[in-house]
């Protein structure tokens, strides 16, 4: 067995993986596996490849890939994107030696997103120091028309606004991925007389999310506005647990919580985010 920095080359390979490994996993709950298309696979792992590509790693087996992980880094801030092994390799420790490929040097704070329905990633995670503390929600419907006025009004994005916006809702940059997100999504601030108290990026496919604010009734206060502007078309997001208004917010206005609900890990003193529904499980 063999493991080598990822490339480029690798990725078709990676997808073929990830979709074995998905697939027997929540077929064997009984769930419909995630099914995103290769494009989306493609250009989120090539971002990490581009931005953190000393932390992406592939197995192989006989010259196949099996196996791969990445994580980005963001400051004093790790956070494993993907860690996927194909069935027919696991129980082989495959996992835990693509995590110490991918955790790289000393971090303030480490993190990750699981599925929960997955106890022996998770276990592998727990001993080395990333701990549930939170379910995220996949939460998805057509919400209804706002009968109500929602207390923000919609402007464009700036950098400044950007950053300030992250260090409160993530508690580190996000500049390099905001560059990803915006070829890919639209992003709206939401101001509020005070200021500005939220962005949310929308996605063509009605995926919201990141939607990071301030504080958690602001995050509230911005998925009411977003899915007032809605029209009654198809909404998902990701959301903690611990954003709790953010998720009241969204199950009050008719989302429904769709498939098992994932798992956020996090280092020992690391506190949950309050206002912030996810990018995606990859890229937080």
Same mark, same amino acid.
């Given at each position: 067995m063999e493991i080598r920095p990822t490339a480029a080359a690798d990725l078709p390979a990676q997808f073929a993986v990830f979709r074995e490994a998905i697939g027997e996993l929540f077929r064997r709950h009984r769930f419909a596996p995630p099914d995103p298309p290769y494009e989306v696979f493609e250009a989120q792992q090539s971002h990490l490849l581009a931005h953190d590509g000393d932390r992406c790693f592939v197995a192989l087996d006989r010259g196949r890939v099996v196996g791969y992980s990445a994580a980005l880094a963001r400051g004093e801030t790790w956070h494993l994107a993907s860690l996927f092994v194909h069935p027919? /390799? /696991?129980? @082989?420790g495959l996992g835990r030696a693509l995590l110490e490929q991918s955790w790289g040097g000393p971090y303030a704070r480490r993190l990750t997103l699981t599925d929960s329905i997955q106890p022996v990633s998770n276990g592998l995670y727990g001993r080395a120091g990333l701990i549930p503390a939170t379910p995220v929600l996949s939460l998805a419907g057509r919400a209804p028309a706002a009968s109500g006025a929602v207390p923000l009004r $919609? $402007?464009? *994005? #700036? *950098? &400044? &606004?950007? $950053? @300030?916006? #992250?260090? #409160?809702?993530?508690?580190?940059? @996000?500049?390099?991925?905001?560059?990803?997100?915006? &070829?890919? $999504?639209?992003?709206t601030v939401w101001l509020s007389a005070a200021g500005a108290v939220a962005y949310a990026y929308t996605w063509p496919e009605g995926r919201i999310g990141p939607l990071a604010a301030r504080d958690a009734e602001s995050a509230a206060d911005a998925l009411r506005a977003e899915l007032g502007r809605a029209d009654g078309r198809p909404r998902h997001l990701l959301v903690p647990g611990s954003s709790a208004a953010l998720a009241g917010a969204a199950l009050a206005a008719g989302l429904r919580i769709v498939g098992p609900p994932g798992l956020l890990l996090l280092s020992r003193g690391v506190a949950p985010p309050a206002g912030l529904a996810l990018s995606s499980f990859t890229l937080l």
């Open positions: 027919g /390799q /696991q129980a @082989r $919609a $402007a464009a *994005p #700036d *950098p &400044t &606004t950007l $950053a @300030r916006l #992250d260090r #409160d809702a993530y508690g580190f940059d @996000r500049a390099v991925d905001h560059a990803y997100w915006s &070829t890919h $999504a639209s992003c």
